[in-house]
């Protein structure tokens, strides 16, 4: 092969393997899951059935979760007017740590009436990883508390994580999750946003590297080529 050729196919491998090295990192997988509440209220227990969606954006040393529900679930055999119910909620960790996270979010912005699935918003809080490596997020139980009585609603069907991260704790080196698209978030983060963006400016630098070092090679050996045939 004449130096030529072998500078330029250098160069392509090169950049391909940083190009590999951006497509093969990413820092989430989530999935929209069904949960089947069982809900103990004060008139007796309700059934219903929700989506769940579960995202994580970077937020200082930790992330911010986000819970949210794409249907009603439980309902109020009577009005309950704006600001009456609030909601929270447990995530269950898994992986790489354990435990459970709490979320919470703002009560009913308008009134709820009677005998209608009650929509709960947006549920979020606060994760601090304490190590870094691959964590799961799966809703656990959801609180409601509405005109002085408080429903509590079960996962019955051992539901699946909705959200797998790459958590990085403070000082530490994130470990890769698997990649997967969601009907819904993903956080997302990317895919929804759910990983560090410091994690894709960190491999952005490393596919430079590599970059980079196959054009020095090339440009050293095509160096040593015109030296020989002088």
């Given at each position: 092969m004449s130096y030529p050729k072998r500078t330029a196919a250098l160069a392509s491998a090169a950049a391909l393997a940083g190009s590999a090295v951006l497509l093969t990192a990413p820092a989430a997988h989530a999935d929209v899951v069904d949960v089947n509440y069982r809900c103990q209220t004060p008139i007796g227990v309700k059934s219903a059935v929700s989506p769940i969606d579960i995202k994580g954006v970077r937020s200082g040393s930790g992330y911010k979760i986000t819970m949210s529900w794409q249907k009603g679930v439980s309902s109020s055999p009577v009005e309950l007017g704006k600001g009456a119910m609030s909601p929270s909620a447990t995530i269950r960790l898994g992986g790489a740590d354990s435990g459970t996270l709490a979320v919470s979010g703002p009560a009913n912005a308008a009134a709820i009436p009677a005998n209608t699935p009650i929509k709960i918003s947006d549920l979020s809080g606060t994760y601090t990883p304490k190590k870094s490596g691959k964590v799961t997020f799966?809703?656990?139980t959801l609180?409601?508390?509405?005109?002085?009585?408080?429903?509590?609603?079960?996962?019955?069907?051992?539901?699946?994580p909705s959200l797998t991260l790459a958590a990085t704790a403070a000082g530490g080196s994130s470990s890769s999750s698997s990649s997967s698209s969601s009907g819904g978030t993903s956080s997302g983060g990317q895919l929804p946003q759910t990983g560090p963006e410091d994690s894709a400016v960190a491999l952005g630098t490393l596919g430079g590297t590599v970059l980079l070092a196959g054009a020095a090679g090339a440009l050293w050996l095509t160096r040593r080529g015109q030296t020989a045939r002088r």
């Open positions: 799966t809703a656990g609180t409601i508390k509405a005109l002085g009585t408080t429903t509590t609603c079960t996962p019955t069907n051992s539901p699946q």
